[in-house]
Every structure is written in structure tokens, then in C-alpha cells.
């Protein structure tokens, strides 16, 4: 058996092996190399010694995902069908910025300076669920840290492609529920937009704590409950739609992004003078579609009037099995629970932020 630890891009340097475990008993793994360019491993297959399970190694990336059942795959196929047909878009340059600009504030950072100084003690670093990469790609600003970007869809093959060439960033497939980690490893841990997708939001957190280093930070951000008719929509609607084919679901989410476009141009503003409690409306002002979309019906568009990025957020939300909702109280409880200190927290309409220290 031919085992080579001296390679880039599926995070196996003779440093690193020590961490890198089978996902479903935690025993030694070794390596057979199929198909290798220079330091790169191609093709292969990495075996467990204890439970004897096998796992591939394709197109440049190690496959760890194990998960079989019936929602987890509809769960995923729902997002590599997304990632698929959307990608682009969401590793435009525009796009990126925006989300930057979003994570910073919504993490707490003051720019990407102050956030890149506190990278800059991490040495091993994950995000769990990274989507196209973009959030993974700025973790690795620091040389002498290794990230380790995870996904079990097929977004981590676009995210490999446009990103696979930084050499401290490493991508693998992988459920954020079994990990191919040693614990107490990571000393930061971020999945964003991604806990509320798996089975049970707070387990999975409870999980992802268990490779969190002593002193070690995990940031995350899930979805906030919304106006009780917004909530009551959602449930009546996701009730059709997780069941239709990609097909179905995109041109379903196609008319949501058109109705929220019509409603943006309106240009038209709406004066609510009192909060209505038993509505989940606060007084104030607000724009019609902003209006609409927090309190009755997603129906997102993007302001830069990209209908292609509008029906993949949209999709984002309609299709996937998993979509849950929480509340403040509720994720406090979670990181009191786990046993980690609140240094961040911020709720916005959308969601609901959060870094802990351990």
C-alpha cells in the first residue's frame, strides 16, 4: 500500500496527517494514489485500518460523505442542483464584495484588516460548509494557517476549481456530521448560512464543538424567525415546493424573484404609524418589497436587478428539505449549553449571528 503525505490540495502534508481520521470510527487512514500530478494527488483512495471503509479521491478532492438517507440527499442534491446552474454568479466579483461587506458586519468586524488580525493566531482553521469557496478563500489570508473548507454538495468542485491553487486552503467533501477531524483540533470554526440546512440545527452545532481547540472560537449564523404570517407562508409553501423536481423549483422561485422585482419597482415606500405586536410589525417606514418580504412571502430580488442571482436565492430557501428558523433565546441556550462564552451577537431580520470562545 503506497501512502504519500506530501501533497497540496487534499490537506495532507506530513503535518497534518496526524488530524485526518476516518469520519465513522475516527481510525488511522492510509492512502492508495491512483493518479498523481507533481504534489497533487488526482485520484486515489483513502482507506480506513479499522472499519476498513474506503473513500475516494476524484478530480483533486477527497469524498468523505457518508450520509445515505433520503432528506440528507435531497437536502444536498438540492444545493449541487443550485451551485450547478448559479455558481458563476456567486463567484462574481460583485457578489463577493457584497458578501464581504455583509459578513463583517454582521460578525462585528470593523473592516477586513481588524478580522484578518484576529486570524491571524489561528492555525487550523474550518469552514463548515463553504458553498463556491469565496468565505474560504478569505480565511487563508494568513500563510501559516491551513483552512480546511468543507461541503457535502458538489459546490465544493466549483469551489475546488477557482480556489484550489492557494496552497493553505484545502478542499474536502464532507457532512459538517462526520467529520474526517480529530477533536480539539480547530482553533476557529465558521459555517455560515449552514446549520439550519442539516437535521437538527443545535446538534449539529453541539458536534461541530467538539473540534474546537481549548480557546478556540466557532462563529455561526442561522435563520431568524420571522412575522408570525411570514413563518406561516413559509411552512405552507416549502410543504409543495421541497418536493418538486430542480426543474419545478427553479421556475417557482423564477416568479418569486419577478414578484419581488415588480415590487421593487414600485419605488414606492409604506408608513406603518404603531407596532402591531400579534403581526410581528414594527412602526416605521420601510420599502414595499421589504415590507412584503420580511413580514408576508419571500420573494427576494437582488438589487443589482440579477434575475439569475434573485431565483438562486430564492431556490436556496424553497427547496432544500432542511429550513429552520430560531430565535435568540434559542441559540444563547445553545452556546450556554455547549459551554461557550458569547464574545459576538448580532440579530438582523434574515438571521441571527454569533461567535463563542471555549
Same mark, same amino acid.
Given at each position: 500500500m503506497l501512502i504519500n503525505t506530501n501533497f497540496l490540495r487534499v490537506?495532507?502534508?506530513?503535518? %497534518? %496527517?496526524?488530524?485526518?481520521?476516518?469520519?465513522?470510527?475516527?481510525?488511522? *487512514?492510509? *492512502?492508495? *494514489?491512483?493518479?498523481?500530478?507533481? +504534489?497533487?494527488?488526482?485520484?486515489?483512495?483513502?482507506?480506513?485500518?479499522?472499519?476498513? +471503509?474506503? !473513500?475516494?479521491?476524484?478530480?483533486? *478532492?477527497?469524498? !468523505?460523505v457518508i450520509d445515505k438517507s433520503k432528506d440528507f440527499i435531497k437536502t444536498e442534491d438540492a444545493f449541487s442542483a443550485k451551485w450547478r446552474i448559479h455558481h458563476k454568479n456567486h463567484q462574481a466579483k460583485d457578489w463577493i464584495e457584497f458578501q464581504k461587506k455583509w459578513f463583517l458586519d454582521r460578525f462585528g468586524w470593523k473592516s477586513i484588516s481588524h478580522f484578518n488580525d484576529f486570524l491571524k493566531d489561528k492555525q487550523y482553521i474550518l469552514e463548515a460548509g463553504t458553498g463556491v469557496g469565496n468565505t474560504a478563500k478569505m480565511l487563508s489570508v494568513n500563510s501559516t494557517s491551513q483552512v480546511f473548507a468543507i461541503d457535502a454538495s458538489q459546490s465544493i468542485d466549483f469551489a475546488y476549481k477557482k480556489y484550489g491553487k492557494t496552497k493553505n486552503l484545502h478542499f474536502l467533501q464532507a457532512d459538517l456530521r462526520e467529520l474526517p477531524f480529530k477533536t480539539n483540533f480547530f482553533n476557529y470554526i465558521l459555517s455560515d448560512q449552514v446549520l439550519h440546512h442539516t437535521k437538527n440545527t443545535f446538534t449539529s452545532f453541539k458536534y461541530l464543538t467538539k473540534f474546537l481547540a481549548k480557546n478556540g472560537y466557532v462563529s455561526i449564523y442561522v435563520y431568524n424567525k420571522k412575522a408570525p404570517i411570514r413563518e406561516y407562508a413559509d411552512d405552507h409553501i416549502r410543504k409543495t415546493t421541497v418536493n418538486m423536481s430542480v426543474k419545478d423549483c427553479t421556475e417557482f422561485s423564477k416568479d418569486m424573484a419577478l414578484l419581488g422585482k415588480s415590487l421593487s419597482k414600485l419605488n414606492k415606500k409604506i408608513t406603518i404609524p404603531n407596532d402591531i405586536p400579534i403581526l410581528g410589525i414594527k412602526a416605521g417606514t420601510y420599502d414595499i418589497q421589504r415590507f412584503i418580504y420580511w413580514h408576508f412571502l419571500k420573494c427576494f430580488w437582488d438589487p443589482s436587478d440579477n434575475l439569475e442571482r434573485s431565483v438562486g436565492v430564492n431556490f436556496d430557501w424553497y427547496s432544500p428539505k432542511y429550513a429552520y428558523r430560531h430565535t435568540p433565546a434559542e441559540v444563547k441556550k445553545c452556546y450556554k449549553e455547549s459551554k461557550l462564552k458569547i464574545t459576538h451577537f448580532k440579530e438582523i431580520e434574515s438571521g441571527i449571528s454569533v461567535t463563542g470562545k471555549k
Open positions: 490537506s495532507l502534508k506530513t503535518e %497534518l %496527517l496526524q488530524y485526518l481520521v476516518c469520519p465513522t470510527c475516527k481510525g488511522q *487512514i492510509s *492512502i492508495n *494514489i491512483h493518479k498523481k500530478i507533481k +504534489n497533487e494527488i488526482i485520484n486515489g483512495t483513502i482507506n480506513c485500518k479499522n472499519c476498513k +471503509n474506503t !473513500f475516494p479521491i476524484t478530480e483533486g *478532492i477527497p469524498r !468523505f
